[in-house]
């Protein structure tokens, strides 16, 4: 137990208690009931965002939930990773018989009882995503997102190295640190940033004695910063959005610019009728794949209509998806049960139940059109390159 405890004396009236948990274990649990009732601490600091703590305190929050707010407010991306680590904190639960993150909703209502100051130490994990996603090279986000999607085909157990492994901190962890292996680039971001910002809230809370209670991985790099007095980004730097990358908006922007201008360079050079011929081709090598790849998801016709008749528009705009109209007329005109909503984080991970739940289904809608129109966009691409090459 010793090994979970460091105590950092700040001062001779200020003492800061790091409390290392292992986020799958019933021990972690009583370990922190027991250290906040005899510490009798000022203030409790644990490693929470606001949102990860409603989740905790809401075990029904899924009924609550509008899938056609998420889309109308062009959400989805982010929502779908965020059910993936859902996911993937449910299939760990599954292994140890724990349910993730428990000994904080501990730590919460220990630090009700006894009258501590509440402090949610954690950044938010949309924004570490969200600044891992911007950091990232443009052509390796490609490779990222393979190796998320990749994720959800997994069906080995997890063995004991990584049980042994997530006992010693939170599986958000452990996925992150798995990430920043793969992807160096964003490891800063993806660790370091967080022992930063945990450290800094820590630091700045009030009271004479301050208990955290984090991940047992995290506890050396909190001590590191703390014991060294080491500099500390603001917390708004560590917020920050990274703006898209030059050779993104330029690729994004230049190659739709490009389509059009030739169509219409076809049309002085070549002719009306060889622009139109064009024109006619592009819509359907992009329409007739994204309406495929709707009606893959077994989506409902007109949803599969809109696919054909949007995804020659919105593959000319580099900010819209026809995943987006595919997956909303779906989610209107076949809106997801409650029970298919809550059962969701477990049945992304059965391929069997993809179709069957229509939650997901609304989620297959989304993604399904993208790769066939991508393809149909390459074939209407050359089609315009052989035209004005005189084939």
């Not at 703590?53 to 959400?75: M, P, S, T, V, Y």
Request: aromatic fraction near 6%.
């Amino acid at each position: 137990m010793e090994k979970d405890i460091i105590r950092i004396n700040i001062s001779p009236e200020r003492e800061i208690v790091l409390l290392g948990t292992a986020h799958i274990s019933q021990e972690s649990v009583n370990l922190v009931r027991q250290i906040i009732a005899e510490e009798k601490p000022d203030t409790v600091c644990v490693e929470l965002d606001e949102g990860r703590l409603k989740a905790l305190e809401e075990g029904d929050r899924w009924k609550n939930l509008n899938i056609k707010d998420i889309l109308r407010k062009r959400q989805m991306s982010s929502f779908i990773v965020n059910l993936l680590l859902a996911s993937y904190q449910k299939r760990m639960s599954e292994s140890t018989g724990v349910e993730p993150g428990t000994e904080l909703k501990a730590a919460v209502d220990e630090a009700k009882i006894c009258g501590a100051e509440l402090v949610l130490a954690d950044r938010d994990v949309k924004l570490t995503l969200k600044r891992a996603w911007a950091s990232t090279p443009f052509f390796r986000k490609f490779k990222l997102l393979a190796n998320l999607l990749g994720s959800i085909f997994e069906t080995e157990k997890v063995s004991e190295e990584e049980l042994s492994k997530m006992r010693e901190q939170d599986t958000l962890s452990v996925m992150l640190e798995d990430f920043g292996r793969e992807f160096p680039e964003i490891k800063q971001i993806l660790i370091s940033e967080r022992d930063q910002f945990l450290a800094g809230r820590i630091i700045n809370s009030k009271g004479k004695k301050v208990l955290a209670v984090v991940g047992a991985g995290h506890l050396q790099g909190i001590k590191e910063i703390i014991l060294g007095n080491l500099p500390l980004p603001l917390e708004t730097d560590l917020c920050k959005i990274p703006p898209p990358s030059h050779i993104g908006t330029i690729i994004g922007w230049g190659i739709p610019s490009a389509i059009i201008l030739s169509i219409v360079y076809i049309g002085f050079s070549l002719g009306i009728d060889k622009a139109a011929d064009n024109a006619l081709f592009w819509v359907l090598a992009t329409g007739i794949p994204a309406a495929v790849g709707t009606a893959l998801a077994l989506a409902h016709p007109l949803a599969i209509l809109a696919a054909l008749v949007l995804a020659p528009i919105t593959t000319l705009h580099p900010l819209i998806g026809v995943g987006m109209f595919t997956a909303f007329i779906q989610a209107y005109l076949v809106p997801p049960r409650v029970f298919e909503i809550e059962t969701a984080a477990e049945d992304i991970w059965k391929i069997s139940r993809w179709w069957k739940n229509r939650f997901t289904r609304v989620l297959l809608c989304f993604v399904f059109p993208g790769l066939p129109t991508t393809v149909g966009s390459l074939v209407g691409i050359g089609k315009i390159v052989k035209t004005i090459g005189g084939g």
